[in-house]
């Protein structure tokens, strides 16, 4: 069976869409599965942390393969790296529908961030509509959660409103995913067993359970 593809969009920039990339694809490593990583933002900043992951673990001890592409080259490179690993994650570009669309085509599943804010809100329907257009199955993740805050829950209840599935697991605002990510690493391997750690592990297995992987 070909590997399954998760794309992660957002058309509004800062939604953390580099940082919930390269922690989902090292907790499905560290799950067992094959990974690879496409970078196809011109911006490069999975490129830039997986450099620093070379860096910190060596070159042939990072756990995941690593790769570029644009445009209508995403498709490609992503059903190409399917025939040898079992999931392939793709970082999009913001603000650019025709740089996203091919590697949403592609995907198996689109994992969408949201921050838990109005505008993020507002800013996600076109994401969710370009989604549609392609007819991929999409879910939508809150990242940067304040569980006490009520303005969360509200945020929540309005996603829910959109018509899109919302994965029960939010991540929280946390410095540990910031900052694991300077050296290359994530949560989960600087701070294992931390409340990150534990976010970043259930939303791979609900993940990993949607994808059949």
């Not at 996600?124 to 969360?152: F, H």
């Amino acid at each position: 069976m070909a590997g399954r593809i998760i794309t992660i969009a957002q058309q509004k920039g800062g939604s953390g869409k580099t940082t919930l990339a390269a922690h989902l694809a090292v907790a499905l490593a560290l799950g067992g599965a094959r990974v690879a990583l496409l970078d196809c933002d011109p911006q490069g900043s999975l490129g830039e942390w997986f450099e620093a992951r070379e860096a910190s673990l060596g070159e042939e001890a990072t756990g995941l393969d690593f790769r570029t592409a644009s445009g209508w080259g995403a498709r490609r490179e992503a059903r190409s790296l399917a025939r040898d690993y079992e999931i392939i994650v793709i970082d999009t570009p913001p603000k650019s529908d025709i740089e996203s669309r091919p590697a949403i085509e592609a995907a198996s599943l689109v994992a969408v961030p949201v921050q838990p804010t109005p505008v993020d809100l507002w800013a996600t329907q076109a994401t969710l509509d370009m989604i549609a257009k392609e007819g991929t199955p999409s879910l939508l993740v809150i990242n940067r959660a304040l569980p006490r805050v009520a303005l969360t829950q509200e945020i929540g209840e309005a996603l829910r409103a959109l018509g899109h599935p919302a994965a029960q697991t939010r991540l929280g605002n946390r410095v540990a995913f910031a900052a694991s990510m300077g050296a290359g690493l994530t949560v989960q391997e600087v701070a294992p067993g931390s409340k990150g750690a534990l976010e970043v592990e259930a939303l791979a297995a609900e993940i990993g359970r949607l994808i059949g992987a």
